[in-house]
Structures are given as C-alpha cells and as structure tokens.
C-alpha cells in the first residue's frame, strides 16, 4: 500500500530540505500508539482521525539490518482519496544529530514505489524489498514521517527508533 513510500523513506537516506514551522522539533515514542504487526513502529498521536487506517506493517527482518534486504508488507485503509499536493515532512536523527529533515511531494516520493497520484479510497495492501546498504553506519536512529494533504489534513504520522549494529 501507499503507506509504504513512507516507510522506505524512514529507511533509505535522501536529501535535506526546511521544515514546516509547525512542526514539533522533538521527535517522541508512545507505548500507546503501537503500529500492528511486527515493526518498529508507532503512530505521532491517536491515529483515529487519520485519513489512512494503518492495519498491518510487517517488516523483515525486524528491526532492519544493515546490508540485508528489508521485506515490507502493509495493509490500510483509506478514508479518502489522497489527490497531488500532498506533502510527507520525513525527519532523520542519528542520535542527538539531524541527518535529514526535509519536506517532500508525497506524489513523487511514492514514485519510488512504483505508484502513482491519485492514491484512491479504499482498502489497499504493498509488499516491497528494499536493499539496505552494508555501509549505513552503526547507532541508533530515530525516524519521523509525517503526512498530509494539500490542505493540511493528517494522512498519518509514523515516528520509530532503529538501532544498526555491526
């Protein structure tokens, strides 16, 4: 499903870019807002109004490992059609540093998983692989997507802390 572009954004490094003044700074986990499946991730805040129903995301291996293939499998649900213009904000930190934080068009970001806008209404589901690079540096790495349409509406929020060991 879309909700993957996301995901592989998490993962894969890109290239930085200003950030939304109304953005929180602070990237935080809540135990409450678990995203279902076997994953590291978490919803920003209570999912309920979100555009898309997160159901599942299931990676492997989980947590990531450098130099192997990642297998992503999601499922969701959207409550909307997502039209061109939506934004995804994707925030990189390894430890206390910023290594990206940049603001993207969601419609050229989903490219990369050979999608396309507009995302429609409905039931959706995505499996992808991604190679991760043996090079990605080892330490703990916090990860923030955020995602919106045009008009500032929530599609979802995922934040998740991933640490790579040699």
Request: hydrophobic share 40%.
């Amino acid at each position: 499903m879309r909700l993957t572009a996301l995901l592989l954004s998490a993962v894969c490094v890109v290239s930085v870019a200003a950030k939304p003044s109304w953005l929180p700074s602070q990237i935080t986990i809540n135990e409450e807002y678990k995203v279902p499946g076997d994953n590291p991730l978490y919803f920003c805040q209570d999912p309920a109004d979100d555009i898309l129903k997160i159901e599942k995301v299931d990676l492997d291996p989980n947590p990531p490992e450098a130099g192997k293939t990642l297998t992503i499998k999601a499922s969701g649900d959207f409550k909307e059609a997502v039209e061109q213009g939506a934004k995804v904000h994707l925030q990189v930190k390894y430890g206390l540093i910023t290594l990206i934080n940049q603001e993207s068009d969601l419609c050229d970001v989903i490219d990369n998983v050979d999608l396309a806008c507009p995302l429609d209404k409905g039931e959706m589901t995505l499996t992808k692989d991604v190679s991760l690079p043996k090079e990605i540096p080892p330490g703990k790495y916090t990860v923030l997507a955020d995602v919106y349409t045009k008009d500032e509406d929530k599609i979802t929020c995922l934040t998740a802390s991933i640490a790579f060991h040699r």
